[in-house]
């Protein structure tokens, strides 16, 4: 959120769940924002906001929403249950509750691996269509006009596969079998 960002020059990612202070910004921002794109006017400071909100509200909001701003260190990952890969699997990929249960834990990860590089190629994609729609749009008005990649570089732009490091293959035999195998543990 920029205005959370303007104002505190915190992202929102950085809000512990023991820092009441940014917690009752980042609500406030969060309020101040939808009221101005749906043109409300929101008459309330920081101040009289915080000095309104009581301490059961605010304790109400973090169980209602606070998971995220959960005390984990940058980088750490949080531990995932049984239930969260259920729902994820069942909302998110689509999987039957059926195939869910006959998989092991190895094949979910994988699944789960798939589905993060399927959806980050996604998102790549709707980005670069954007910067190609925007290179196009500024052709014609610019003179010397850098590549697309140049003009709106990405941090993916960057990233480059290791030549020394050879694919991954996998045989014929190899795939028929592993084939074979998940059709029996599918019972197929």
């Known amino acids: 959120m920029l205005r959370f960002k303007d104002l505190t020059g915190k992202e929102v990612s950085e809000i512990r769940a023991t820092d009441i202070s940014c917690l ?4 406030w921002c969060c309020v101040v924002s ?13 101040m009289e906001f915080a000095d309104a909100v009581t301490p059961d509200q605010m304790r109400q909001w973090q169980e209602e929403n606070g998971r ?17 890969l259920l729902g994820h699997c069942l909302g998110v990929i689509g999987l039957s509750y059926d195939d869910f249960c006959r998989l092991r834990i190895e094949e979910i990860d994988e699944i789960l691996r798939f589905n993060g590089q399927n959806r ?26 850098p590549g697309p990649n140049k003009l ?37």
């Open 68 to 84: 995220e701003f959960a005390d984990e260190e940058p980088g750490q990952k949080k531990p995932v249950g049984i239930t969260e």
């Open 120 to 145: 980050t190629e996604e998102g790549r994609r709707a980005w670069e269509i954007m910067r190609t729609q925007s290179f196009m749009t500024l052709s014609p008005f610019c003179k010397n006009l």
């Open 24 to 27: 009752v910004k980042f609500i």
């Open 152 to 188: 709106l570089p990405f941090p993916w732009d960057e990233e480059t596969r290791d030549p020394n490091v050879p694919a991954e293959y996998v045989s014929p035999e190899e795939r028929a079998e592993n084939q074979r195998r998940l059709r029996g543990r599918l019972g197929w």
């Open 34 to 46: 939808a009221c101005a794109r749906e043109k409300v006017e929101f008459p309330l400071s920081l």
